[in-house]
T-cell receptor, first 112, second 116 residues
Framework: DQQVKQNSPSLSVQEGRISILNCDYT??????FLWYKKYPAEGPTFLIS?????DKNEDGRFTVFLNKSAKHLSLHIVPSQPGDSAVYFC???????????FGTGTRLKVLA | DTGVSQDPRHKITKRGQNVTFRCDPI?????LYWYRQTLGQGPEFLTY????????KSRLLSDRFSAERPKGSFSTLEIQRTEQGDSAMYLC??????????????FGSGTRLTVV
């Protein structure tokens, strides 16, 4: 049972435009959500998180939106840069468990 | 501190052989995690330690897998009698227990295992 789903395996965006990566979850007990970025041959690196008490969190070019009623979150990257080309994973956690559940990832390609 | 270190980076082994991977977490982190990632999938939880205690093991961790964290420092993950289905990237991560759990883990670069 895939509790965290990323239905778009890949996305291509022109440099300077907005990248929107989507993630859906099924477990209503999740109360923290994170995005990780992964380059080839490296481990995932933490990008941005959001708690379920918020609906938006911003960090520079990255903004995460959470829609609890739809069990949906999205990551917006504005403006997109070629260095953002990577695989992006969303992950969810139920507080007290310390175990993140990851989605299958979306490969973002930013075209120069 | 150079982050989370994993050794080796790559391992090719014949089916039926035993392999052992090592992870050195960030020194002040008291939690250590092992995840496995196969092609086209996200990382899947295997097990975690708080200090030297192994607090949770996934059902993915069959009895051929064993993990240790002696003295709450580095950790080892051993796979006995490897099978081709064990081929994957094995990721180690560490974190500091904080009140806010949304800070994420710090991952190492992983050990890529290929069983031939």
């Amino acid at each position: 049972d895939q509790q965290v789903k990323q239905n778009s395996p890949s996305l291509s965006v022109q440099e300077g435009r907005i990248s929107i990566l989507n993630c859906d979850y099924t477990n209503s007990m999740f109360d923290y959500f994170l995005w990780y970025k992964k380059y080839p041959a490296e481990g995932p690196t933490f990008l941005i998180s959001i708690s379920s008490i918020k609906d938006k969190n911003e960090d520079g070019r990255f903004t995460v939106f959470l829609n609890k009623s739809a069990k949906h979150l999205s990551l917006h990257i504005v403006p997109s840069q070629p260095g953002d080309s990577a695989v992006y994973f969303c992950a969810a956690l139920t507080s007290g468990t310390y175990k993140y559940i990851f989605g299958t990832g979306t490969r973002l390609k930013v075209l120069a | 501190d150079t982050g989370v270190s994993q050794d080796p980076r790559h391992k090719i082994t014949k089916r039926g052989q035993n392999v052992t991977f090592r992870c050195d977490p960030i020194s002040e982190h008291n939690r250590l995690y092992w995840y496995r990632q196969t092609l086209g999938q996200g990382p899947e939880f295997l097990t975690y330690f708080q200090n030297e205690a192994q607090l949770e093991k996934s059902r993915l961790l069959s009895d051929r897998f064993s993990a240790e964290r002696p003295k709450g420092s580095f950790s080892t993950l051993e796979i006995q009698r490897t099978e081709q289905g064990d081929s994957a990237m094995y990721l180690c991560a560490s974190s500091l227990v904080l009140g806010y759990t949304g800070d994420g883990y710090t991952f190492g670069s992983g050990t890529r295992l290929t069983v031939v």
